[in-house]
């Protein structure tokens, strides 16, 4: 079992950054990847990043690509979300979840351990 707690979340205005944090506990001597989703509200849950166990491969979602960085720290059994340039349209509850496939699309079944959210909201 991985334990995943996301924080970091908060308001912010258009434009301004945000760092959300995801932190695990429980069985982190697997070799788990990491994704972040994001949800909005009424609309499903959607992709946003994902890294590989060793960080070594990444991907993102078309709509975050250039404003949104993902990485990794394993000695602190961490994974970080760095958005930059935000938007309105940034705005959602973001998720970050663990699991043990690589497929070529990221979709949410490929994980099996979840956070319980953190809310991000970017005013115009």
């Known amino acids: 079992q991985v334990h995943l707690v996301e924080s970091g979340g908060g308001m912010v205005q258009a434009g301004g950054s945000l760092r959300l944090s995801c932190t695990a506990s429980?069985?982190?001597?697997?070799?788990?990847?990491v994704g972040w989703f994001r949800q909005a509200p009424g609309k499903e849950r959607e992709f946003v990043a994902r890294?590989?166990?060793?960080?070594?491969?990444?991907s993102y979602a078309d709509s975050v690509k250039g404003r949104f960085t993902i990485s990794r720290d394993n000695a602190k059994n961490t994974v970080y979300l760095q958005m930059n340039t935000l938007k309105p349209e940034d705005t959602a509850v973001y998720y970050c979840?663990?699991?043990?496939?690589?497929?070529?699309?990221?979709?949410?079944?490929?994980?099996?351990?979840w956070g319980q959210g953190t809310q991000v909201t970017v005013s115009s």
């Open positions: 979840a663990a699991g043990f496939y690589w497929p070529a699309v990221s979709t949410t079944d490929q994980y099996s351990y």
């Open positions: 429980g069985r982190t001597s697997e070799r788990y990847h």
């Open positions: 890294i590989s166990w060793s960080g070594g491969s990444t």
